[in-house]
């Protein structure tokens, strides 16, 4: 995949928000266990940052997927993980069905604001008793005059405090299989049942709110739907496509500044005569997590190029975020490990790293989902001939 002109120009750009408006507060952010979502948005939107792949006629820049990546790469500069997250639901997590299949009316209402920075949006999936299992959510939607009314709850929802609006997956449909009873509907926050005062406490992603939902009796539009009643599964499992892969160019990222921080720290601090970095181990180690990190990037690379090419890239994001997740653990523990006293003090910012990451083998489809839809995808690699 080459980047061009633009991209650079593109990641310069998001950069420069960085160092002016975020990473100057990101420890006061960390601190308070939130960050002003809706001003950090404005200043994305306002410079059309919000929504690069989506069409121009609904406010976005019209550009291919490959800049999306570029800019998740970038937002790993970002001194948290909890930001750049908060920042991935609203471009990659709870708009790109409602892009593709919603409505004029609910673009209009709910993906335009939203792509603007003026509307903080949520993705409404995972339940306490549906985390990665998405065909068991309970909440449930019946139909009632010209609304939806919601009775259920939803759980470990990113942004949820703050957000104006939620992308939310419910049953719908009576009588039809798990996978084709499901829909999804743009739910307005601020309606009448809903019940967002549990504030979650996280290991890490400290910055980024995240809150459990409950609806009792919320009525909403059926204008509100997202696309054809009944495809909500189906919709749901093309959007975490682009979720996994915006989580795993993030986490590359990600994972250079670990070994960069490593690296500077291992070649300044000294131990029986010598600097840590002097270690053949030391620095043997290190670079083999370098060479893991390249081979992700070129797997992310790869996959992105299919996906702009519009190929079905399930198998191969899959084994992005799978990967991703592996990685981050494996680099962020070493990272620490080398970092010695120092990497078990909160003040040394390879801690907030390695807590903030460990949520990329959890989040948006654990490790074990990974495995499970590689395993059925396997098969349809092409065969090696053989020379």
Request: some cysteine; proline content about 3%; hydrophobic content about 40%.
């Amino acid at each position: 995949m080459k980047f061009t002109e633009e991209h650079a120009l593109l990641r310069k750009t998001i950069n420069q928000i960085i160092d002016k408006h975020i990473n100057p507060y990101v420890d006061e952010w960390e601190a308070a266990g939130a960050f002003p979502a809706h001003e950090v948005f404005k200043l994305f939107g306002d410079q059309g940052l919000l929504g690069l792949k989506y069409p121009e006629q609904h406010g976005g820049a019209g550009l291919d997927y490959s800049y999306t990546i570029a800019m998740a790469e970038e937002l790993a500069n970002i001194d948290c993980g909890g930001v750049p997250l908060a920042i991935g639901v609203q471009t990659d997590m709870c708009t790109p069905a409602l892009a593709r299949f919603g409505s004029d009316y609910v673009k209009t209402e709910y993906l335009e604001p939203s792509i603007a920075g003026d509307l903080v949006g949520c993705i409404g999936v995972s339940e306490v008793g549906a985390g990665s299992d998405v065909a068991n959510i309970k909440t449930y939607a019946r139909k009632d005059g010209d609304d939806f009314v919601i009775n259920g709850g939803k759980m470990w929802i990113t942004n949820g405090y703050q957000a104006d609006w939620m992308c939310c997956l419910v049953n719908s449909v009576e009588g039809k299989p798990s996978h084709k009873n499901k829909s999804l509907i743009a739910v307005p926050l601020d309606a009448k049942g809903i019940d967002r005062s549990t504030k979650l406490d996280k290991l890490g992603m400290r910055s980024s709110d995240t809150a459990q939902i409950f609806f009792e009796d919320v009525r909403v539009p059926q204008r509100n739907l997202i696309g054809q009643e009944g495809y909500g599964f189906i919709y749901q499992m093309l959007q975490f496509q682009e979720e996994r892969l915006w989580g795993a160019a993030n986490s590359v990222r990600a994972l250079e500044r670990m070994l960069e921080w490593t690296v500077e720290y291992t070649r300044q601090r000294t131990a029986f005569g010598k600097s840590i970095l002097d270690n053949q181990y030391v620095h043997f180690r290190l670079a083999e997590l370098a060479t893991e990190v390249e081979a992700l990037k070129a797997l992310v690379y790869h996959a992105t190029e299919l996906y702009v090419g519009g190929k079905d890239v399930t198998k191969l994001a899959s084994m992005c975020k799978l990967k991703s997740g592996r990685l981050c653990r494996e680099v962020g523990d070493w990272c620490v490990q080398f970092h010695g006293g120092m990497g078990y003090m909160n003040e040394s910012k390879i801690v907030r790293a390695y807590r903030d990451s460990r949520l990329l083998s959890i989040g948006g489809g654990a490790d074990e989902v990974m495995l499970s839809i590689i395993c059925k995808l396997v098969g349809t690699l092409p065969k090696v001939e053989k020379r």
